[in-house]
């Protein structure tokens, strides 16, 4: 199991400020600095940190989402920050039947993707309810 991880990337503060916003529909906020590091995370424990280097190669990583709708926020969320689209939000098919994920490489060129594993969630239907017909309370009468 992943604790956490550290992302190398050529501007710091130009990529902090880029995940600060593309995160935040999954729930990532920021959680911190520390002598050089600044860490993302859930309920204030940073998963990603990152870190400056002006030789950062692009890697690929994912998070998890918790629906569809989440994943086509952070998507949103990516390209207004400044991300370009790797993937728009969509079934892979390739990859499982239920495999809804969006792709997004960051200012460094990082691939930054979120996925839901899970099917699509069915459509509430509103249903008509009837009204129950009044019974009358004991002991009273109508007249």
């Known amino acids: 199991m992943l604790d956490h991880f550290t992302l190398r990337v050529r501007d710091y503060d130009k990529a902090k400020a880029f995940y600060a916003a593309a995160l935040a529909p999954l729930g990532y906020l920021p959680a911190g600095e520390y002598q050089g590091y600044a860490g993302f995370g859930v309920k204030g424990k940073p998963d990603l940190w990152l870190t400056a280097d002006p030789e950062a190669r692009p890697q690929h990583f994912a998070f998890t989402a918790r ?60 249903v008509a309810r009837k009204a129950k017909p009044r019974k009358a309370r004991a002991g009273k009468r109508r007249r």
């Open 67 to 126: 629906d569809r709708k989440a994943v086509d926020a952070f998507h949103a969320a990516a390209l207004a920050a400044g991300g370009r689209d790797n993937g728009p939000p969509g079934v892979r098919k390739d990859y499982h039947p239920s495999y809804y994920a969006a792709f997004v490489l960051d200012p460094d060129g990082h691939n930054a993707e979120v996925v839901c594993h899970l099917p699509p969630r069915p459509a509430r239907r509103a």
